[in-house]
């Protein structure tokens, strides 16, 4: 299992490289993802105009998480990487897109009575392509724990607001679901920085 593992690792790592390596595909990912941003921020829209301004930067999740990582890869392009806008854009993307992945297949009856079926499958392979963009964020910038804790504690206090004051979308407003929603979003922010922490903790060790 180990060797499988290291195996898939390997693939991943090369698979990044090689992105990186070639400024047009980062230029590709760039701009999909701007596309996705205003596309998300139409999504959004009614619930914006519903929700008071000064917490506008809180309510379109998986729009500000590829604005963010547009900005990242863009950065990158110019050499002049932000390590906060980095770890925010990893934590935004890895963990608004399993969510969505995860809410979109586990009340996919619900989305399909009002989604058609290409775009309820536009929905999650989008965001599974967010998760694994993500990564590519880990191959460039500089892994620092007071950005790593910048992006949990702003994670967890969007998680807070979300669920706290309703503001979350297109989720049914039963108790159930949305306990199990924030639960698996908490986690996912618990997740992102585990997975942060280990990496920068290899790259310390390495540098010894």
């Known amino acids: 299992m180990n060797k499988y593992i290291k195996s898939i690792s390997r693939i991943v790592r090369d698979f990044r490289r090689k992105i990186l390596e070639k400024?047009?595909?980062?230029?590709?990912?760039?701009?999909?993802?701007?596309?996705?941003?205003?596309f998300g921020f139409y999504w959004y829209r009614g619930l914006l105009e519903s929700t008071p301004v000064y917490l506008w930067p809180l309510v379109p999740d998986s729009p500000i998480a590829t604005l963010l990582i547009s900005t990242s890869l863009f950065l990158y392009l110019k050499g002049n990487p932000n390590k906060y806008i980095d770890v925010l854009a990893f934590f935004g993307n890895l963990k608004y897109g399993l969510w969505t992945v995860f809410v979109e297949l586990y009340m996919f009856e619900s989305f399909l009575a009002v989604n058609s079926l290409p775009m309820y499958l536009f929905i999650i392979f989008s965001h599974l392509a967010m998760f694994f963009q993500a990564f590519l964020v880990l191959k460039y910038t500089e892994l620092s724990w007071k950005p790593a804790v910048f992006a949990f504690s702003f994670y967890l206090l969007n998680d807070f607001v979300d669920y706290s004051l309703g503001i979350y979308a297109t989720l049914p407003r039963d108790v159930s679901i949305v306990s199990l929603t924030s639960f698996v979003a908490f986690t996912l922010t618990v997740s992102a920085?585990?997975?942060?922490?280990?990496?920068?903790?290899?790259?310390?060790?390495?540098?010894?």
């Open 23 to 38: 400024d047009f595909y980062v230029k590709v990912i760039i701009l999909a993802n701007l596309a996705g941003t205003l």
């Open 193 to 208: 920085f585990l997975y942060y922490s280990k990496s920068l903790v290899v790259e310390l060790e390495i540098g010894k």
